[in-house]
Nanobody, 120 residues
Framework: QVQLVESGGGVVQPGGSLRLSCVASGSIFSINRMGWYRQAQGKQRESVADITRGGVINYATSVKGRFTISRDNAKKTVWLQMNSLKPEDTAVYYC??????????????WGKGTLVTVSS
C-alpha cells in the first residue's frame, strides 16, 4: 500500500507564503516524477509544478517566478514553496507521484489534497 501525505495548506493573505510538503511511503520500488496539481472550485485540475528524479523541473506559466518545487529522493519527499500568493492560487493542492512498483509496473499515485486559501 502506498500513501502520499500532504501538509502545509492553510489560509494566507495575498502576498504571503506557504510551503507544502508531501511524503511518500509504502511499497514503491522507484520514484521518477513528483509534482503538484491544484483544483479550484468549479475548475479542472491543473498541473502546477513537477520535478523528475534527475532534477528536471516544469512550472505552470501562472506560477513561474513565485513557486519553487524541490525534492529529497532519499526521503521520498517533495515540497512546494509558494511565495507572492494571489487569490487565484486558492485551490486544493494535490501531490502526484509517478513511480514503478516491485513488478516493474508504472503507477501513478495521488494524495488526498490540502486546501490553500488566499484571502484578505
Amino acid at each position: 500500500q502506498v500513501q502520499l501525505v500532504e501538509s502545509g495548506g492553510g489560509v494566507v493573505q495575498p502576498g504571503g507564503s506557504l510551503r507544502l510538503s508531501c511524503v511518500a511511503s509504502g511499497s514503491i520500488f522507484s520514484i521518477n516524477r513528483m509534482g503538484w496539481y491544484r483544483q479550484a472550485q468549479g475548475k479542472q485540475r491543473e498541473s502546477v509544478a513537477d520535478i523528475t528524479r534527475g532534477g528536471v523541473i516544469n512550472y505552470a506559466t501562472s506560477v513561474k517566478g513565485r513557486f519553487t518545487i524541490s525534492r529529497d529522493n532519499a526521503k521520498k519527499t517533495v515540497w512546494l514553496q509558494m511565495n507572492s500568493l494571489k487569490p487565484e492560487d486558492t485551490a486544493v493542492y494535490y501531490c502526484n507521484v509517478g513511480a514503478r512498483d516491485y513488478d516493474g509496473h508504472a503507477v501513478n499515485y495521488w494524495g488526498k489534497g490540502t486546501l490553500v486559501t488566499v484571502s484578505s
